[in-house]
């Protein structure tokens, strides 16, 4: 598609979000279109590191876990603003992913994603087992939403948080938007195409992956942040490496390497289970099944195969 028509799509996308909670009858939908976005957020992240170098990180939920439980403890245990908790909850991530990144990125392909694999366990274990911090397998109840008593909005009115998370969403989107157009990200994607020649010409890559990595924690740490709050109550199980996966999903369905995808790839794994309870105890199965019958017929996602209908359209318009 042409500039032009990005900007009216994006637009078109953008009003159709705007107007979504007035279009929404059941509040169910509401809530999940709230965790869809706060997935948004997580799935762009992840698509930065996976997308965009080919590596495929299996530690984004734990990264997630990391931000919701600091910006959890600050509010809790040290009173400290909101706003402010939430801000410092991805610089936290950030620490621990600079500490999990540099000797993840010295090895690659398979053995990367079982490295981070391996920390996503860990992340896990010790929100798990450090009872006297993270309160354990209870978790963590009564995280203050943002505002407080007497704020000017009332953020536990679910369409007020859905406008806020929609808000930060964008933001996220448009800031890996910056990165991928941006130099580093013409980088990422000559890394993701022929690591070795791009190391053969000087260029340091693992500072490269190292910095795609960190974002993408970033992005993660501020998605928990935005889900504690959202929620009010946060426990290790959320944080596991089913969600992990779910995040490697939402950017294989939706298109990798692509930004518009991890929006769409977001939506898919939010609700497409919900449509499927109708199946009791074959939800699962059949959820697995969609997934990688999708995988194998549209290994570009949704975004590729909507590109190709949109190539061949325009190209029969022109003739």
Known sequence: MSKSSNYIFYAVALAFFIALPQLITVKYYLHLSILALVWVIMAQGQNLIQGYTGYVSIVQAGFMGIGAYTTALLGLNFDLPVWLTILLAPLVT?????????????????YFAIVTLAFNMVIFIVLMNFSHLTNGEAGLMGIPKPGG????????????YY????????????VAARIVHSRIGQILVAIRQNEDLVGAIGIPTWKYKLFAFVVSAM????????????????????FGVAQSLDAIL?????????????VI??????????????????????????????????????VGVVSDLWAKVAGRGRA
């Open 219 to 238: 992005f993660a740490g501020l998605a928990g942040a935005i889900y504690a709050h959202y929620q009010s109550f946060i426990n290790p199980e959320i």
């Open 250 to 262: 939402a950017v294989i369905m939706g298109g990798s390497g692509t930004i518009t995808g991890p």
């Open 265 to 302: 790839g977001a939506f898919i794994v939010v609700f497409l289970p919900e449509y499927l309870r109708f199946a009791d105890s074959f939800r699962l199965i059949i959820y697995g099944l969609v997934l990688v019958l999708a995988t194998i017929f549209m290994p570009r996602g949704i």
């Open 94 to 110: 950030a620490v621990f992913a600079l500490a999990t990144g540099y000797p993840s990125l010295r090895v690659k392909g398979h």
């Open 149 to 160: 008593e007497g704020g000017l909005i009332d953020f536990s009115d679910r369409m007020v």
């Open 163 to 174: 406008y806020f998370v929609l808000a930060v969403a964008v933001l996220m989107v448009i």
